[in-house]
């Protein structure tokens, strides 16, 4: 108890007397408040955006997309390269491709697909393919190759052998697939907004925002991004974890 | 086994000297312009190189400062995980305003990106450290300063290298992202994107597998240096 109180006590502490130094700073002028401006006027603005809440869920709705089909795809398409040896060259192709930043797919697919979701979810679909498809591959190597020699020792069949044995085996890998690719998928997401979004969207509100000097929104929209994907972590991706991996002791909860 | 180790390893370096030299070819073929991308690396690359040292001086700086004491440091965790959690472009649209279109902004976004990285490793490599080390320094009779530079520094090192490296991929994504909003002349991200306003697909292509390059050349051959003359031969990995 006393630990989780040494742990929760000095961010807080820290946290408010930052947030007050620059509030007071704000409000004896000793900043410019226009580019600058005081927490309160920042909080205020993004009370006063009647569409935040579109915003947001536009933004949400597009990552959960790209993340589900980019991890249904990097699942399959590791499970092929680590059936037939032969396609081992993918591998290599992928991880030579997984080094070009999310964004600058953005201009490819403007060109080719036109503004809007669908660019926006094509570029996101890419950003988290690639670590799933590195992830699942580095897991399925790690597996313990007697778990595989029993698998076909009572015959098991292609299937049965993944959902039965690969499957538990790896979910430690999977669960870290999981927090990379939603952590990479929201940077990128976020950023190809600002290029290609029309209407809705975090990104765009604070790009749209720079083009009326409306710097509490921007400073707003900075913070809301933070917290979104720290909420998705803490309260999704942990629980996940908890209630697989953490439970059946194949890593420690930290 | 080992045998058949080596001759995976082998076709690896074969595949990748292909993909090499084709987009090599590919480039040269497209790149009607060819001097001049030399210029738009070059500027990129040292653009980056500016933030990130700048990060690694400034990250490992602060983060040994506020490290001293031990409350300071749990306070900071938090709020440093905070910063990290935020996409590094947004802060981009807000430095355009700030310092102007210059830049600044490109190398404060790179700074901004790795920055955090660094500085939530080194911070947890410092958390981590093994007690008994730390008491055995007392024993030994050093002051805060020594055990910091001669204990806690030596044996975060895993740690703080995990952040220098996290902190080359997040510097590398947050140039692209930055000069393709921010910059006015040079820089491969504002080669892919004019690109995209003359309609050029062959040259942004090829600027896609340039970047592709440099950043598997920084991701990995870089990292795969470090960390052999490092932890590796320190047998730390």
């Known amino acids: 108890m006393r630990d989780r109180i040494l742990k929760v006590i000095p961010p807080i502490i820290l946290g408010l007397t930052l947030l007050y130094i620059w509030q007071q700073l704000g409000e004896r002028d000793l900043i410019n408040t226009a580019l600058f401006p005081t927490p309160k006027q920042i909080f205020y603005s993004l009370l006063d955006t009647d569409i935040i809440f579109k915003h947001i869920y536009s933004s949400l709705l597009r990552l959960v997309i790209s993340v589900a089909i980019g991890y249904v795809l990097g699942f399959t398409i590791a499970i092929l390269i680590s059936n037939f040896k032969s396609m081992f060259f993918l591998e290599d192709i992928s991880s030579f491709f997984m080094s070009i930043p999310g964004i600058s797919w953005a201009p490819l697919f403007i060109m080719t697909i036109g503004f809007g979701d669908k660019t926006i979810i094509a570029v996101g679909i890419i950003t988290a393919f690639f670590p799933v498809l590195y992830n699942v591959l580095y897991g399925l190597r790690e597996i313990d190759k007697n778990l595989i020699n029993i698998s076909k020792i009572i015959e098991y069949s292609f299937l049965e052998e993944l959902t039965m044995v690969k499957l538990p085996a790896i979910m430690n890998y999977l669960t870290i697939a999981l927090k990379l690719s939603f952590a990479r998928t929201w940077r990128t997401i976020i950023a190809v907004e600002m290029i290609a979004a029309t209407m809705y969207g975090l990104g765009y509100m604070i790009f749209d925002a720079r083009e009326l000097f409306n710097s509490s929104i921007m400073f707003g929209g900075i913070f809301l991004s933070g917290v979104i994907y720290y909420l998705i972590e803490s309260l999704i991706i942990k629980n996940i974890e908890l209630f697989t991996v953490v439970k059946w002791g194949m890593r420690q909860h930290s | ?237």
């Open chain 2, 1 to 237: 086994m080992g045998n058949e180790a080596a001759f995976m390893k082998k076709q690896r370096v074969i595949v990748i000297a292909v993909l090499i030299i084709v987009f090599i070819i590919y480039s040269i073929y497209y790149n009607t312009y060819s001097p001049k991308i030399l210029v738009h690396i070059l500027k990129s690359l040292s653009r980056m190189l500016l933030g990130y040292i700048f990060a690694v001086i400034f990250g490992i700086l602060i983060s040994v400062l506020v490290g001293i004491n031990k409350y300071i440091r749990m306070a900071c965790n938090p709020i440093i995980s905070f910063f990290m959690s935020i996409p590094t472009i947004t802060w981009v649209p807000i430095l355009l305003i700030i310092t102007g279109i210059t830049e600044k902004t490109i190398i404060i976004a790179v700074f901004l990106g790795s920055f955090f990285a660094i500085m939530y490793n080194t911070l947890d490599g410092m958390n981590n450290v093994d007690q008994n080390l730390i008491r055995m320094g007392k024993v030994l009779g050093y002051n805060n300063f020594q055990i910091l530079y001669k204990i806690v520094i030596p044996a975060s090192f895993v740690q703080i290298l995990t952040g220098l490296k996290l902190g080359i991929a997040y510097s590398w994504r947050a140039l692209v992202g930055a000069e393709m909003l921010g910059a006015t002349q040079y820089g491969l991200g504002y080669l892919i994107f004019a690109s995209r306003k003359f309609y050029d697909l062959n040259r942004m292509i090829s600027t896609l597998l340039i970047i592709a390059f440099f950043g598997y050349l920084l991701n990995r051959l870089l990292i795969i240096i470090i960390e052999e003359n490092t932890i590796v031969r320190w047998g730390l990995k």
